[in-house]
Each structure stands twice: as C-alpha cells, then as structure tokens.
C-alpha cells in the first residue's frame, strides 16, 4: 500500500510569493494533519483537517491556510513568504482525529525563501 | 497544554554499546506517547507508543521504552545499538484541543553510533 505522498519535493522560493504544498493520505484515512519542521528543531504543529474540516490550528499567522478536498488529499498554503518560512513541510495521515491515533508521515516538501 | 523536554540534544555510543534517550513530558490526566525516528532527509517513522497498560512498551527495530507517571518521563532504550541506527529521534505526546489530534514534539535527540 502507498504511503504518505506530498508533492513538490524541494521548492525555491523568493520573499512575498505564494506557495502551495500538496498531500496525498494514505487510502481509507480521513485525517490530514502539516507540521513545519525548521532545521534543527522538532516538528510544530500547524493543522488539522478530519473530514474536510479544519479540528485545530497552530499557533501561525494567517498567512498559513489549508483545506482538504473530498478524496481526503490537502493543500497548504503559505502567502507572503518570509526567510522564516524555510523549512520542511511534513504531512501526516490518520484513520480519524482521536488522541490514540497513530500518524503517518510522508517524506516531506523542503521548501527555501530566498 | 503538553510539552516534552528531550534531555539531550546529542547522544554519542559506540556500536553494539546499549542507549537510553531520555524524555520528559508534562503532567496530564491523560496521556499518549510516542517515539519517532528521522533519517537524514526523510519524513518521520514511529518506532513506538504508549497508549495505556504496560508501562513497558516494545517497538520496532529493538527499541522500548518504559511509562513512569510518577516521573512523567517516556525514555527510550536499546541494548544494542548498530551503525544504521544513526538518526534524529523525536519524543511526542498528544495535545488533544477543540477536537484535533496535536502531536507536541521535543527538540529532538542526534544518535551518532561510532564504529
């Protein structure tokens, strides 16, 4: 079975563009989540969409926004880049959005503001 | 809201020389832990949880960790460690808010096996 996909892998961009980062969850999970991982520190959390919902927002500015479509698959969405914004971007996927679930992630997208 | 504290940013051993990585997350009523492991250049990979029950929990590629509630702590052990075990490791416990599943993370733990 496919695991986590997100698209693009690496991604250059400059300050004050736009860009959009793509999961794909694995089949029969409901649950997105994205974190932002900058080098050298833990994941953090950004969001969470069950059902195409949004459950829960971290604490990022607005400038981050998301949705999920009716196959589960989930866009992320950072305007107005800043340097600040180079990390990697990490999805994962869960059957629902219970507390005991397990989260399955995917390789990543590396995303650089020059 | 949780935290987790991973005592060390990085940890030193020698191959087939037992490891413990330490973990210290904040009190709750409940709680769910889990251990992930990142390799260079790639997503995230659990290597275990602890949900409830045994303390003593058991994961993949020999790796365990044990539940203490009185100290709040979630260590991970090894009692040997080898050469492909060479990685960033993550300490996570859940943050259930407003019905979304938050994983909080530590800083991270670098385990660098020398030969």
């Known amino acids: 079975d496919a695991g986590v996909t997100q698209s693009p892998t690496h991604l250059i961009k400059t300050r004050g563009q736009q860009v959009t980062l793509r999961c794909s969850p694995i089949s029969g999970h409901k649950s997105v989540s994205w974190y932002q991982q900058v080098l050298g520190q833990g994941p953090q959390f950004i969001f969470q969409y069950y059902e195409k919902e949004e459950r829960g927002r971290g604490n990022f500015p607005d400038r981050f926004s998301a949705r999920q479509f009716p196959n589960y698959s989930s866009e992320l969405n950072v305007n107005a880049l800043l340097l600040g914004d180079s990390a990697l971007y990490l999805c994962?996927?869960?059957?629902?959005?219970?507390?005991?679930?397990?989260?399955?992630f995917g390789p990543g997208t590396r995303l650089t503001v020059l | 809201a949780q935290s987790v504290t991973q005592l060390d940013s990085q940890v030193p051993v020698f191959e087939e020389a037992p490891v413990e990585l330490r973990c210290n997350y904040s009190s709750s009523v409940s709680v769910y832990l889990f251990w992930y492991v990142q390799y260079p250049n790639q997503g995230l990979q659990l290597l275990l949880k602890?949900?409830?029950?045994?303390?003593l929990v058991k994961g993949i590629n020999g790796f365990e960790a044990e539940f203490n509630k009185s100290q709040t702590s979630f260590h991970l052990r090894k009692p040997s460690v080898h050469i492909s075990d060479t990685a960033e490791y993550f300490c996570a416990v859940t943050d259930f808010i407003q019905g979304a599943q938050k994983l909080v993370f530590g800083q991270g733990t670098r385990l660098t096996i020398n030969p």
């Open positions: 602890y949900l409830s029950g045994s303390t």
């Open positions: 994962a996927s869960s059957p629902t959005s219970g507390p005991y679930n397990e989260q399955f």
